[in-house]
């Protein structure tokens, strides 16, 4: 029973009053009922009853303070405290609890309310784990972007890095290739054979700049089906792609020759179509030629090919400048330097080479010995200089009227050898008779005081193998014919016979 009253504050409330009311009854209820029944007058039963009525307000006035203190110490305090942790909680002091140990509404409120605060304190554990995952989640996914940005810039770093090391390999390869060749020929053929196949280009030329003339020369071909045709071709500065190239130094690509004027198709001789990259080749601010590349697609090149060409061109530069100072060095040491002419030198290793090939193939081989005649009265009379002229242009002379494939050297001072490689001692003296008579046809100024009012020469001419089988019998032999034309009057041809044997040995017993 008390239980069932504790858990009430309405119970146990009406409890205190009832018990305080029926005390009170109790201990007034004796003298009232004495003093209202057996009181002796009116008077004093009226003044009982204001007695009996005073009792009863101060009994109302002490039940009703008794059930004043009763309801403030059972239920106002305890809401108070209970008040006072709501507003904690409002402010966010979950962690507070109330008053739960009472059995009754204020005990079940404060449990109530204790769970309230757990499961707000629970879930607010739950969001601060909730909010950790979601920002470790977005903190990986963040690393995780990071990564996958990274992993693309290693990727393109990657890229690059084996784009230049193809480059390096390409770059390495060719420089070996390239310079361990000092003969320019076959340095360019190398090159044009190694970037063609290495690089894929279909067809590929090497155009070089050719000081003397001032024309860009195509020197080598790759892939061109008409490549012989083209090699030797010539471009003058400012014409088609190439010129304009050599003109401003900077490489152009056309994308579509077929749309582009400027595009000569090499002066016609190759008609195909695509597309076309030209690539200088410089050297100290110097242009040395320039790199031709054909292929028969459209924008079929892409930018690093044309940075590995580039590279090329400035990699190719120097060993091409080497090779050509090479080839100038190598032909000045075989070359006379006042007549652009073969010297005594080349003309004993080529002379030695056309022997051998003539033994070989048993070809005959006719020598000429030239000599100018009157040559020191000319030079005493008009000078060293004007005696220059005259020997270049009659070294000039001689050059134009032989073949190719002949060898047309200076000697020594006036006197100049001419080999002619499958040619007999009669047909040589019919070459020899051409070139006396295109010497003195020259019009050079002063050769009017001569003996013959012109500059003229004497020609000997001797021939392997009746002759002789060596070179320096066949030069010896030749050298006789001449010192017999000399003697017989000069600007004339003999050729090598007894008589020559013979005035030569008398020459020499003379001077002797």
């Not at 695509?274 to 031709?292: A, D, H, K, T, W």
């Not at 040491?333 to 033994?359: F, I, K, P, V, Y």
């Amino acid at each position: 029973m008390f239980d069932w009253i504790n858990r009430s504050v309405a119970r146990r409330i009406a409890l205190w009053a009832g018990l305080a009311t029926g005390m009170l009854a109790t201990a007034l209820w004796p003298v009232l009922l004495r003093w209202t029944l057996v009181g002796e007058s009116a008077a004093f039963r009226h003044r009982a009853l204001l007695v009996v009525t005073g009792c009863a307000a101060l009994m109302v006035i002490g039940v009703t303070t008794a059930v004043i203190l009763t309801v403030r110490g059972l239920l106002g305090v305890p809401l108070q405290r209970l008040t006072e942790g709501m507003r904690e909680a409002e402010k966010g002091n979950f962690l507070i609890r109330a008053q739960a140990d009472r059995p009754d509404e204020i005990g079940q409120l404060g449990g109530s309310f204790n769970a309230l605060l757990r499961t707000i304190t629970d879930q607010q554990v739950d969001i601060i784990d909730t909010g950790r995952e979601l920002t470790m989640t977005r903190r990986e996914l963040e690393l995780n972007r990071e990564l996958e940005e990274k992993a693309h810039i290693i990727a393109e770093q990657n890229t690059k890095l084996g784009t230049q090391l193809r480059e390096l390999e390409l770059l390495y390869e060719t420089t070996k290739t390239i310079t361990s060749q000092l003969e320019l020929p076959r340095l360019l053929e190398s090159l044009s054979e190694q970037v063609g196949q290495t690089l894929g280009f279909e067809e590929f030329a090497i155009i070089l700049m050719d000081e003397p003339s001032g024309k860009l020369v195509v020197r080598a071909t790759y892939g061109l089906p008409n490549g012989d045709t083209i090699r030797g071709m010539a471009f003058d500065p400012g014409e088609g792609i190439s010129g304009i190239v050599a003109r401003t130094g900077e490489w152009l690509l056309i994308p579509d020759t077929s749309k582009d004027e400027r595009y000569l198709h090499y002066k016609g001789q190759h008609l195909a179509d695509g597309s076309f990259l030209c690539v200088p080749i410089r050297y100290q601010e110097r242009l040395v030629g320039l790199f031709n590349v054909l292929r028969p697609r459209v924008d079929a090149f892409n930018e690093e090919e044309i940075r590995i060409l580039i590279s090329l061109a400035n990699t190719a530069a120097l060993a091409i400048a080497n090779a050509q100072l090479f080839d100038r060095l190598a032909t000045l040491s075989l070359t006379d330097e006042l007549t652009g002419l073969s010297n005594r030198r080349d003309l004993t290793q080529r002379a030695a080479s056309e022997l051998a090939s003539a033994q070989r193939h048993t070809d005959p081989l006719a020598v000429l010995m030239v000599d100018i005649d009157h040559f020191k009265q000319y030079n005493d009379a008009h000078g060293h200089l004007r005696g220059d002229e005259v020997l270049r242009d009659v070294a000039r002379a001689l050059r134009g009227t032989v073949r190719a494939i002949d060898t047309v050297a200076r000697y020594g001072g006036e006197e100049f050898v001419v080999m002619l490689p499958r040619v007999g001692k009669a047909d040589g003296a019919l070459v020899a008779e051409k070139l006396r008579t295109a010497v003195a046809a020259l019009a050079l100024p002063g050769s009017e005081l001569l003996p013959h009012g012109r500059v003229t020469v004497s020609v000997g001419v001797a021939a392997f193998p009746e002759d002789a089988r060596e070179v320096s019998l066949l030069l010896e032999a030749a050298d006789r014919a001449l010192l017999r034309a000399k003697r017989a009057g000069r600007n004339r041809v003999i050729a090598f016979g007894p008589a020559a044997a013979d005035e030569g040995a008398r020459a020499l017993t003379t001077s002797g």
